[in-house]
């Protein structure tokens, strides 16, 4: 059974720091891509950081670029987010998504809550 399962949301300060993680089962982790999304209230879910199946490549959205970090650790089955300098609009809830576009194939997890507020 696949599943993806994220952790480490919580409230935070304005400034603060978390860090995501998501741990995958039931299927190959190293061969997919692994992608953040985030979906605040009232808006469309949006591509966060992305990176490829081996960490060599990543990508990040503007409004996040030089605060937060993706990473992975494949010998864990394990994606994070690393974010820091947090503001109120990144409140939201953080997904992340396990891809291999080339097979049509992908998962959802279910999603942790982050949200920035004094």
């Known amino acids: 059974q696949v599943q993806l399962v994220e952790s480490g949301g919580g409230l935070v300060q304005p400034g603060g720091s978390l860090r995501l993680s998501c741990v995958g089962s039931?299927?190959?982790?190293?061969?997919?891509?692994m992608t953040w999304y985030r979906q605040a209230p009232g808006k469309e879910r949006e591509l966060v950081a992305a990176?490829?199946?081996?960490?060599?490549?990543?990508t990040y959205a503007d409004s996040v670029k030089g605060r937060f970090t993706i990473s992975r650790d494949n010998a864990k089955n394990t994606v994070y987010l690393q974010m820091n300098n947090l503001k109120p609009e990144d409140t939201a809830v953080y997904y992340c998504?396990?891809?291999?576009?080339?097979?049509?194939?992908?998962?959802w997890g279910k999603g942790s809550l982050v949200t920035v507020s004094s």
């Open positions: 990176i490829g199946s081996n960490g060599g490549s990543t």
């Open positions: 039931g299927f190959i982790f190293s061969r997919y891509r």
């Open positions: 998504k396990a891809d291999r576009s080339s097979l049509g194939m992908f998962y």
